[in-house]
């Protein structure tokens, strides 16, 4: 699993960080259900479970976010939502960051244009 994280990451080198002025949110969703809320805040991704989900005992908690009441931060993306963004190398993201008017690409562009289903589980991440 871990070799997975690491190629997950390897192929995001080229890809910007997030930088320090980027303001973007999303929703966690599983069905109708919020699950949590994902921002970035000061250059650091920050992550924290909602009332609705803490208020609830079917679903537990997302295993990189093991405590339902507390605010989780990182500078860098966690794999969870990190396995959402396609390689660089895909033709389809490859067409989206040369069309980009300003040549520069973070995680959080990606993530909010290519992140919000995955096969690799069943939350979708919804831009607010």
Same mark, same amino acid.
């Given at each position: 699993? *871990?070799?997975?994280?690491?190629?997950?990451?390897?192929?995001? @080198?080229?890809?910007?960080?997030?930088?320090?002025?980027?303001?973007?949110?999303?929703?966690?969703?599983?069905?109708? +259900?919020?699950?949590?809320?994902? /921002? @970035?805040?000061?250059?650091?991704?920050?992550?924290?479970?909602?009332?609705?989900?803490?208020?609830?005992?079917?679903?537990?908690?997302?295993?990189?976010?093991?405590?339902?009441? *507390?605010?989780? /931060?990182?500078?860098?993306?966690?794999?969870? #939502?990190?396995?959402?963004?396609?390689?660089?190398?895909?033709?389809?993201?490859?067409? #989206?960051?040369?069309?980009?008017?300003?040549?520069?690409?973070?995680?959080?562009? +990606?993530?909010?244009?290519?992140?919000? *289903?995955?096969?690799?589980?069943?939350? *979708? +991440?919804?831009?607010?």
């Amino acid at each position: 699993m *871990r070799d997975l994280f690491q190629k997950v990451y390897d192929w995001l @080198a080229g890809v910007e960080p997030l930088p320090v002025d980027e303001k973007i949110a999303f929703k966690v969703m599983l069905g109708k +259900l919020v699950i949590g809320h994902l /921002r @970035a805040e000061n250059g650091q991704w920050v992550f924290a479970y909602s009332d609705e989900f803490r208020s609830q005992s079917n679903i537990k908690p997302i295993v990189d976010f093991p405590h339902k009441h *507390r605010e989780y /931060r990182s500078a860098s993306l966690w794999p969870f #939502f990190a396995l959402r963004i396609p390689s660089p190398t895909q033709a389809e993201v490859r067409d #989206f960051i040369n069309r980009q008017p300003n040549d520069r690409i973070d995680e959080g562009i +990606l993530l909010k244009r290519f992140g919000e *289903r995955t096969i690799a589980n069943p939350f *979708r +991440l919804v831009p607010v």
